[in-house]
C-alpha cells in the first residue's frame, strides 16, 4: 500500500479514535489540502470502512494513562483494517455490496432498499446497497431517499455519513465540488471529519453543504425548485446560463457547449422538461443574443 493510502487509513483511525483533538482535525485538514490526491483516497478508504460496518467505541471509563496507550493501539488496528479491506478487496464500487442500483443519462427510477426504505435515484446516479441492506454508499448523482421503519439507514457519500431514522426523508446530491444534503421531513443526522466529533443535526427545510476543501455551511433552499427534479423538470429561478447548462447537460445525451463566456453570466429563470428533448435550445435564441450549431455530438452555443 503506498505512503498515501498509509497515511489516509491513519487518519481514519485518528478521527475515531476516543482522544482524538481539536488540533488533530486541523491538520487533517492541513494535510488534506496538501495535495489533491488525499482527499479521493481518503473518501475511498472511508467509504470502504463504513460499507464494511466500521467499528464502534466501548462506553467504559478507563485511566488517562490506559487511554493514551490504548488508542495508540486501536489507532494501528483500524489503520491495519482499512488496510487489510484495501488490499483484500479491488478498489471498485461493487465491493461489500448486495446489489448496486443505477440510472442512465435523462433516466429516474424508483427503488425499494428495504419493506422500510424506498429511494428515488436521478439521472447518472449509482447507489451501493451494504449486505444488511441498511447501509449504503451513493457513488454520484442525486437520489431521495425515505424511511419509515424504525431501524436507522445510514447512507455514505463522499466521506459524509447520513442517518436516517423514522418518518425521514433527506435529498443527498454529489456536486463537483461539494456533497448537499437537504432535510425534507423529520431532521438527519450528518457525521463528516469536518463537522467535528460530535456531528451535526440537520433540520427539515435545511441544506448542509459539505466542500471538497473542508468547509460547509448551511442555507434554506427553495424546496420546490430543488425536488422538482422528481417530477422530470427543472425549475430555474433566475440562476446564470452556464449554471443551467450544467444542469441540464446531466440529462442530456447530446451535450451543449458554452463557447460564448461573456453569456456564461446571463440570469435566466423558466421551467425545463426533461423529456422534451431539444426545447430548451429551441427557445434559447429568442431570449439571448446568440445562435447554435451542431457540433460532433454536441450543441455549441456561440455569440451573435
Known sequence: MDITKTRAAEWIARLHAEDCTDLDRDRFRDWLASDPRNGPVFEHLTELWELAGGVTSPSVTIPHQTIRRRAFSRRHALAGLVATVFLAVPPREGAHASRIEETG???I????????????????????????????????GQIMLSISGPDPFHLSADGMTVQL?????????????????????GRVFLSAAPLREAGRWVMPGQRLRLYRNGGWNIDYPDLETLLSWQSGELVF????????????????????????????SQRLSGVYHVRQGDAFLQMLPHLLPLRIRAAHNAYEIVSL
Request: hydrophobic share 35%.
Open 109 to 140: 427510477r424508483d427503488v425499494r432498499l428495504t419493506s422500510r426504505a424506498h429511494c428515488r435515484l436521478d439521472t447518472q446516479t449509482r447507489l451501493v446497497v451494504g449486505f444488511d441492506e441498511q447501509r449504503a454508499r451513493l457513488c454520484h
Open 165 to 185: 431514522h423514522d418518518q425521514t426523508a433527506a435529498d443527498i446530491r454529489i456536486n463537483r465540488g461539494n456533497t448537499e444534503v437537504t432535510a425534507i421531513r
Open 237 to 264: 429561478r433566475n440562476q446564470p446560463l452556464a449554471e443551467v447548462i450544467q444542469e441540464i447537460n446531466r440529462y442530456a445525451s447530446r451535450q451543449i457547449v458554452l463557447s460564448a463566456p461573456r453569456l456564461a
Open 105 to 107: 443519462t435523462g433516466s
